[in-house]
């Protein structure tokens, strides 16, 4: 829990012939986590020839696979599985075979989905007709006079009614009309008229207005409402009829889609992997990390699947170069218990430990419970936010880990809540165990500083912990956040804390000075101490330049020290938000219940006085709710991960052909 999954790197040689049954077994165990296995330093592609273009080109299978599929209505379901046969050796020969089923149905489709867009168009067109045929008949025109018109230009629209006179203004100045001749479902069926010579700014005026021409048949036999009623129902007959056909074509297609497509994207993924790989002569090169405790049932598992040709070697971290020069990253793999899982996801937001850190899932939840509780302290209200995590917990399998967070939050709320003696904010009910935080205000702060001091105490202990573990013993001891730096911080603590605490508990100023003292010489014999651990580490030859003084090297240290120090102080007297948060928690309430008061007194008071009371504690549940959530990431973010989170790591990514495995549980 603390530790992330002890992580060993796995390294098989494998002849070339066996890479895809190999690549196949890896990713069936799904225990794997590729590298580059020239890890960014070979010059040229070190993987297989052939490998990329044959990824390429089943990638490109895909995505033709999946578009015959949408046009067919078809859903498919990730990967999962593998390609079973003698064949799965010969990646060229399974891209064939998946082309020979593929194809034929590409065509189909295609000349399907032609048919099915032009009878749409066709009807589309056909209901235009017979709707303006519609608004011809309505309006009376008579086609055969509007035919042998010879000196006018004639055109009929269809628009908005207040788009008449934008009409109107652009073919002024000529000679013109706009004339309204039926009004239909909130549009204007209109003739618009001009001289013949005028008759290209008509069209322009057509074009640029939001009118739709309305095109004149050429007889009045295409009026004719019967005739205009078949052609409609032959255009739906057709549409039905190029539906059905890819209706057809889907139930006659599903199976064989169902299975190249499950090939192919296997295929693509094998080959993906195998982009990881590295030739080297008739071998082929598999690289990566796997637990420690499973790389021995993979390495059965490869040599297995190439009879006992593959040469397998597992190395502990410390041997694996690059991994001490920091070039190559261990993944991260967490097995935190289901009631941690939710806080690392709050984590993974911040960002991902490196391996040699302590992971901080653990110390992160409980300050996140310790001080939600602090803050947002009620019975009634945690009972609520309980409630509502085991709704989702029980009923939406979904957010599962939202239901967890909100069971432990209103746990938390609650328990506060009865040491506050709050019930949905109405005090006296009950005793308070501890405190009240609105009437025990400055008390309260004092537990919200002491609150702080241990948070980032905590914050300087981990990366003492992670500096030493990773090698850096210099910035572990002497480091502003080392033991030095916290040494120094609860020096400073003690001696500000002797004006606050009576006589006869003080710390007698002697033993702080001696304190002192032995911080002083610490420092001064950081050099030889390094030394005599054997972790002064080599130092890379330099260029010749001038050297700086050691009083200037004296200068910057302490300016770095001092700041860190009152960095030290600033996060913690921030931590005074927890009372903050608290006496507001409960100096809302106040307010509620002054209005519910008020409303009392009112006509129909007591279920006015009721709706207060409830929707004030909706409004507290949900808003300070969120408020307190958002401060206690803060103080989580930057007070504490602030002073030993570095980050830089990489999640446990294993090759597996099982869809929605997780990296972490």
Do not use: C
Not at 40 to 62: I, K
Not at 527 to 543: H, N, S, V
């Amino acid at each position: 829990m603390l530790r992330s999954v002890p992580m060993v790197h796995f390294r098989a040689q494998v002849p070339n012939r066996d890479a895809a049954v190999a690549t196949r077994a890896i990713a069936g165990e799904g225990l794997l986590h590729l590298v580059d296995i020239a890890h960014g330093h070979a010059p040229y592609d070190a993987s297989p020839p052939g490998v990329r273009e044959l990824y390429a080109g089943f990638r490109d299978l895909v995505h033709r696979i999946h578009a015959v599929a949408d046009r067919l209505g078809i859903s498919r379901a990730e990967a999962a599985g593998s390609i079973d046969g003698d064949d799965v050796a010969d990646f060229a020969a399974e891209r064939e075979r998946i082309l020979l089923g593929l194809e034929p149905i590409e065509k189909r489709v295609q000349e399907l989905v032609r048919r099915n867009a032009e009878a749409r168009e066709l009807l589309t067109v056909t209901r235009d007709r017979s709707g303006d045929a519609d608004r011809l008949r309505r309006a009376a025109i008579d086609v055969a006079r509007l035919d042998a018109l010879r000196f006018v230009a004639v055109r009929l629209g269809i628009q908005p009614p207040d788009g008449l006179e934008s009409m109107t203004t652009m073919l002024a100045p000529s000679s013109h009309a706009v004339i309204p001749l039926n009004e239909h479902d909130g549009s204007v069926l209109f003739a618009a008229v001009m001289p013949s010579y005028a008759k290209a700014r008509l069209e322009d005026a057509m074009r640029l207005t939001s009118s739709r021409s309305v095109t004149l048949p050429k007889s009045a036999g295409e009026l004719d409402a019967e005739r205009l009623a078949r052609e409609l129902a032959e255009a739906e007959r057709a549409v039905a009829d190029a539906q059905q056909a890819i209706e057809g074509e889907r139930v006659q297609s599903l199976e064989l889609l169902e299975q190249i497509g499950q090939r192919a994207e296997v295929a693509m993924l094998l080959l993906q992997a195998q982009t990881f790989f590295a030739a080297a002569g008739r071998f082929v090169v598999i690289s990566g990390w796997v637990p420690r405790d499973s790389a021995d049932r993979l390495a059965q598992r490869v040599r297995t699947a190439t009879k006992d040709h593959a040469i397998v070697e597992v190395e502990p971290v410390e041997s694996v170069p690059g991994v001490s020069e920091g070039t190559m990253h261990v993944p991260i793999l967490h097995h935190n218990p289901l009631l941690l899982r939710p806080f690392q996801k709050l984590i993974d937001i911040y960002g991902t430990p490196s391996y040699t850190e302590v992971q901080p899932t653990a110390f992160f939840a409980i300050g996140f419970l310790a001080m939600f509780g602090l803050m947002f302290g009620d019975i009634g209200h945690g009972a609520v936010l309980f409630s509502a995590g085991w709704f989702l917990f029980r009923y939406m399998p979904r957010f599962l880990d939202y239901g967890i967070l909100l069971m432990e939050a209103g746990a938390a709320s609650a328990v506060f809540g009865l040491l506050y003696g709050s019930l949905f904010g109405i005090r006296g009910l009950m005793p308070a165990l501890w405190l009240e935080p609105i009437r025990d205000l400055p008390r309260f702060m004092m537990i919200a500083v002491a609150f702080g001091v241990f948070v980032v105490t905590a914050g300087l202990v981990l990366n003492i912990i992670n500096r030493w573990r990773s090698g850096d013993l210099r910035e572990a001891l002497y480091g502003p956040r080392g033991a030095t730096g916290a040494m120094l911080y609860w020096i400073i603590l003690v001696v500000l804390a002797r004006a606050f605490v009576p006589a006869t508990v003080r710390i007698p100023a002697s033993v702080i000075a001696y304190v002192v003292v032995a911080a002083v010489v610490v420092i001064a014999v950081a050099g030889p101490l390094m030394k005599w651990l054997g972790r002064d580490g080599e130092q890379r030859p330099r260029p010749a330049v001038r050297a700086t003084p050691w009083w200037l090297h004296a200068l910057e240290a302490s300016v770095e020290l001092v700041d860190t120090l009152f960095s030290f102080f600033a996060n913690t007297i921030s931590f005074v938000r927890i009372a903050a948060f608290a006496a507001v928690h409960a100096g809302i309430f106040i307010a509620i219940f002054a209005l519910a008061d008020t409303m009392a007194a009112m006509r129909f008071g007591g279920a006015l006085s009721i709706a207060v009371h409830v929707a004030g504690n909706v409004l507290v549940i949900l808003l300070e709710g969120l408020t307190v959530s958002v401060q206690v990431l803060r103080l989580e973010y930057y007070e504490f991960f602030g002073k030993f989170f570095r980050g830089g790591g990489e999640r446990f990514a294993p090759l597996t052909l099982r869809p929605g495995s997780e990296s972490h549980a």
